[in-house]
């Protein structure tokens, strides 16, 4: 089974207006964090926010927000008022095990996102 | 800020030929990696290192070997290049065991197997 599923392979949103990006994940894990990454057509990966599974709120960084739903097992990104540049591909992650597991990650398969005017 | 560096950007090789990429990070960090994106399948871990001189495998570590002979170098070497090892090679670093601590990843480097 997978551990991380993003379902959505491609998405378009029109600028200005706010988008979410589904992922859920599979873990037995008691401790472990999520990540979303952004990787522009440039090819860099860059890294957006972080989820612990103990935080009792969800992590928010300038436009980008966690809907983290621990017992539906779901970290979904949600980029308010999306600006051309957020035109990327997005991948979750998850490291689990907060200790001790050398920091691994494992990605899904990613969701294009197309921002359009 | 040089962050990680990855050497080369691009490289076409021939089946059966060697070659090693070198990724350079200049962030003191303890742990480095290297994956290989696919297209549909997102990055997979092949090797990883947790400090200078150590090295384990990671999901996909078949066909490549890794040295981490000084912190900040991680080289990933192709003995005999195959069809199937191309893709795209990122390399990454990370501070240490802490869960929150995001990874920070080089620009990839495009390998073409012909």
């Known amino acids: 089974a997978q551990k991380i599923t993003q379902t959505q392979p491609g998405m378009f949103v029109q600028e200005k207006e706010a988008v979410t990006l589904d992922c859920t994940y599979d873990t037995s894990d008691q401790s472990y964090g999520l990540f979303w990454y952004k990787q522009p057509s440039s090819g860099e990966m860059i890294f957006l926010i972080y989820?612990?599974?103990?935080?009792?709120q969800n992590a928010t960084e300038g436009r980008y927000s966690l809907n983290f739903q621990k017992a539906r097992k779901s970290a979904n990104l949600v980029i308010s008022a999306s600006q051309l540049g957020d035109s990327a591909m997005y991948f979750c992650?998850?490291?689990?095990?907060?200790?001790?597991?050398?920091?691994?990650?494992?990605f899904g398969t990613g969701t294009r996102l197309q921002v359009t005017l | 800020n040089a962050g990680v560096t990855q050497t080369p950007k691009f490289r076409v090789l021939k089946t059966g030929q060697s070659m090693t990429l070198l990724c350079a990070q200049d962030m003191n960090h303890e742990y480095m990696y290297w994956y290989r994106q696919d297209p549909g399948m997102g990055l997979r871990l092949i090797h990883y290192?947790?400090?200078?001189?150590?090295?384990a495998k990671g999901e996909v570590p078949d066909g490549y070997n890794v040295s981490r002979l000084k912190k900040q170098n991680f080289l990933l070497g192709l003995e005999s290049a195959a069809p199937s090892q191309t893709s795209v090679y990122f390399c990454?670093?990370?501070?240490?065991?802490?869960?929150?601590?995001?990874?920070?990843f080089g620009d990839g480097t495009r390998l073409s197997i012909l």
């Open positions: 990454a670093s990370g501070e240490g065991d802490f869960g929150n601590q995001p990874q920070h």
């Open positions: 989820q612990g599974s103990y935080d009792e």
């Open positions: 290192s947790v400090g200078e001189g150590t090295t």
């Open positions: 992650a998850m490291r689990e095990g907060l200790t001790g597991t050398a920091s691994k990650l494992t």
